[in-house]
């Protein structure tokens, strides 16, 4: 039985190999740097919301961190466990850090 030949022959082929591989490559780094960019703004608006609850909370300390534990168990369930409550303090964190970070957001209306 004779094997199928895969590469495609000449320096024709392998130019053309080079440009499709290089199209892919692209479309692959800018799919990635896509996703990282909206997991941060993702961060981001969940910080700002967290903090826009416990601002509403009478007593603040407790209020937040009673909020962030069942906040975080919700979504541990729904989502994962990339929703620690660490991980919601520290998006908690960014927002109080940065909140200017995404401003044409920072003032937009909410949908609930």
């Given at each position: ?25 692209s ?6 740097r ?11 608006l969940?910080?700002?919301?967290i ?20 906040l ?16 919601l ?19 937009s209306?909410?949908?609930?």
């Amino acid at each position: 039985m004779r094997k199928k030949q895969t590469s495609m022959p000449g320096k024709k082929g392998m130019r053309l190999y080079d440009r499709i591989r290089q199209i892919l490559e692209s479309a692959r780094f800018a799919a990635a740097r896509s996703v990282n960019t909206a997991q941060v703004v993702a961060n981001w608006l969940i910080g700002r919301e967290i903090v826009e609850e416990e601002q509403r909370g009478s007593n603040r300390a407790e209020y937040g961190q009673q909020l962030i534990f069942q906040l975080s168990e919700q979504l541990k369930t729904d989502f994962g466990t990339g929703y620690s409550v660490q991980n919601l303090f520290y998006m908690r964190q960014f927002y109080q850090t940065y909140p200017s970070l995404v401003p044409e957001l920072r003032d937009s209306p909410r949908t609930a």
